[in-house]
């Protein structure tokens, strides 16, 4: 009989030692990598959330919103993940061109947008680690000519380039790529007046003469193929 009672005894202070070293369940805090309401922790370290605004690969235009105290960060913080996430703008909109276009001259000036804007993409990642890690996301809305130049986006402009065929498709992708480009441009141009960095001066400036140039097609195109 005792042997039983010592045997149970011993059971149940197994029981009880293995439930205290069970993991914590899903609402406990974990500092070690887990996803706090988007935010990824390492260690005491808070990183940017996986998902935030600066990441913009799939982002939805339509509900675009200023990440939170953005205007109070650095200004070159604030262009690189506002002018990322404009960039991706113009490549959802060439992506979609690439594909539903049936005109070779603007199927070739939509990759060379996606080639372009993916290449200065990856230029403000490599400064925003190198300049910024562990910050917050710092897209500005209210920047020199972000709004604006996104409106079409942020309306139903994507689905009707979507159900829109031939060159009612052509002549939409050019009316919502020329602001888009223009507001890049007065983006740029505020950069060059107040950037700290001088690589951000010279992107800006990289911008200015590619997205005018561009712009200046634009206008050609849509003067041609509007008779």
């Not at 339509?62 to 703008?89: C, E, R, V, W, Y």
């Not at 060159?167 to 983006?187: I, R, S, Y």
Request: aromatic share 4%; with cysteine; net charge neutral.
């Amino acid at each position: 009989m005792k042997t039983t009672i010592v045997a149970l005894s011993f059971g149940l202070a197994a029981l009880s030692l293995a439930a205290c070293n069970q993991p914590a369940s899903n609402t406990a805090m974990n500092h070690n990598g887990m996803n706090h309401n988007g935010m990824v922790m390492n260690g005491n370290k808070a990183m940017m959330p996986m998902n935030a605004n600066h990441n913009v690969a799939g982002t939805d235009h339509k509900s675009m919103a200023s990440s939170p105290n953005a205007a109070s960060q650095p200004f070159d913080l604030q262009f690189i993940d506002t002018m990322t996430h404009h960039h991706q703008g113009a490549i959802d909109m060439a992506k979609m061109a690439s594909t539903k276009s049936q005109n070779d001259e603007l199927k070739k000036f939509a990759q060379k947008i996606i080639e372009d804007q993916n290449k200065e993409i990856g230029q403000m990642k490599d400064w925003r680690e190198k300049w910024y890690s562990g910050k917050p996301a710092a897209l500005n809305m209210e920047m020199s000519g972000m709004s604006d130049s996104m409106k079409m986006m942020m309306g139903d402009g994507m689905k009707k380039m979507e159900v829109a065929s031939s060159k009612e498709f052509d002549l939409m992708f050019l009316d919502m790529m020329k602001p888009h480009h223009a507001g890049a441009v007065t983006m740029a141009k505020d950069a060059l007046a107040k950037a700290e960095h001088p690589e951000i001066r010279t992107l800006a400036n990289q911008i200015i003469t590619s997205q005018e140039a561009e712009i200046k097609q634009i206008d050609a195109w849509k003067a041609s193929w509007s008779k």
